[in-house]
């Protein structure tokens, strides 16, 4: 059988059991992607093992703020763990937005573990054309 090691994996795997699980005065934090797409930003994040209920997302002024809580699954006594290393505990993620997002139309999805959130751009902050008006002739202003 071949094993591979990458110790950096490793690191991260006991800087976790020393620290313990994320709490809610002091969550862990989860990993995220963000990008545009159009009018739109996108917001994906890892949650998997959480349920739809454990996640709270917020908005407050121009402040983002998901968390979520991964509890650990009920096991029966008959049940001896060999390895864990899926970590438990709240995570959270705080995403201070541009005010050329609209935050009043966020829609959430989670589906398969990945909480997608969908930001519309401010109409106000979308390129518009501007048109000039043709004078028909110039006034003269006589004092």
Do not use: C
Not at 15 to 42: C, F, H, I, N
Not at 62 to 85: C, H, I, Y
Not at 93 to 119: F, N, S
């Amino acid at each position: 059988m071949l094993m591979r090691t990458d110790p950096f994996r490793e690191l991260d795997r006991l800087s976790q059991q020393l620290m313990g699980p994320g709490t809610w005065s002091k969550p862990s934090a989860m990993p995220m992607d963000a990008y545009r797409e159009g009018d739109q930003y996108v917001v994906a994040f890892d949650l998997p093992g959480v349920t739809a209920e454990a996640i709270d997302i917020d908005v407050e002024r121009n402040m983002l703020t998901v968390k979520a809580e991964r509890r650990p699954v009920t096991k029966g006594d008959d049940v001896q763990m060999e390895l864990s290393e899926r970590p438990l505990g709240v995570f959270s993620r705080q995403i201070m937005l541009a005010d050329t997002l609209d935050t009043e139309h966020i829609t959430a999805d989670y589906d398969a573990g990945v909480l997608t959130l969908r930001i519309p751009i401010a109409e106000r902050a979308k390129p518009r054309k501007i048109s000039i008006g043709v004078g028909s002739g110039h006034k003269e202003i006589s004092g």
